[in-house]
T-cell receptor, first 115, second 112 residues
């Protein structure tokens, strides 16, 4: 247990569906992240929230919409996805208030399949 | 820019063999360096870290030494087990305000 939980663990959705991924961290961290992990590709950072404000959006298509209502929760809202969006979506958290050794703690991921 | 390079594998070893996974980095200044491990069906877990030159990180029999002169952070284990089969990611972070830069990952399979 890393202190970061993600639900659901597995999700199958059609291209016209709308669904949401949820992440919760119990570590008191103030920064949260969404990553996409596809087979045979490097980890892709999608979004970064620090102190509940989005500080980075790495050219992610608008069909992915993040939401961070407070420092413990992070959502990724999905709509009209494409089959190539099938991947493992990982949430992470860290402390982001100075210093250089603040490692990230990852959740177990949501395995998303778009049909 | 900052980057991490590591051998991509896959690496296949027999149980009790010696493991080395090479990692080199490009960054200005003194980043913190990390090794993460991802077991099948799970997220990434921090394995070990080092925050300054000549630091040695260690955990679960794995070790890595921060070598500033060679910009390297190679992961080693003296005797691997089947349960060590996983993907290993080398990573760096310059400050807590910077994003973590991950290497591509090295897949390790340990056979009995």
């Amino acid at each position: 247990e890393t202190g970061v939980t993600q639900t659901p663990r597995h999700l199958v959705m059609g291209m016209t569906n709308k669904k949401s991924l949820k992440c919760e961290q119990h570590l008191g961290h103030n920064a949260m992240y969404w990553y996409k992990q596809s087979a045979k590709k490097p980890l892709e950072l999608m979004f970064v929230y620090s102190l509940e404000e989005r500080v980075e959006n790495n050219s992610v298509p608008s069909r992915f919409s993040p939401e961070c209502p407070n420092s413990s929760h992070l959502f990724l809202h999905l709509h009209t996805l494409q089959p190539e969006d099938s991947a493992l979506y990982l949430c992470a958290s860290s402390q982001s208030t100075g210093g250089s050794s603040y490692e990230q703690y990852f959740g177990p991921g949501t395995r998303l399949t778009v049909t | 820019g900052n980057s991490v390079t590591q051998m991509e594998g896959p690496v296949t070893l027999s149980e009790e063999a010696f493991l080395t996974i090479n990692c080199t980095y490009t960054a200005t200044g003194y980043p913190s360096l990390f090794w993460y491990v991802q077991y099948p069906g799970e997220g990434l877990q921090l394995l070990l870290k080092a925050t300054k030159a000549d630091d040695k990180g260690s955990n679960k029999g794995f070790e890595a030494t921060y070598r500033k002169e060679t910009t390297s952070f190679h992961l080693e284990k003296g005797s691997v087990q089947v349960s060590d089969s996983a993907v290993y990611f080398c990573a760096l972070r310059k400050t807590s305000y910077d994003k973590v830069i991950f290497g591509p990952g090295t897949s390790l399979s340990v056979i009995p």
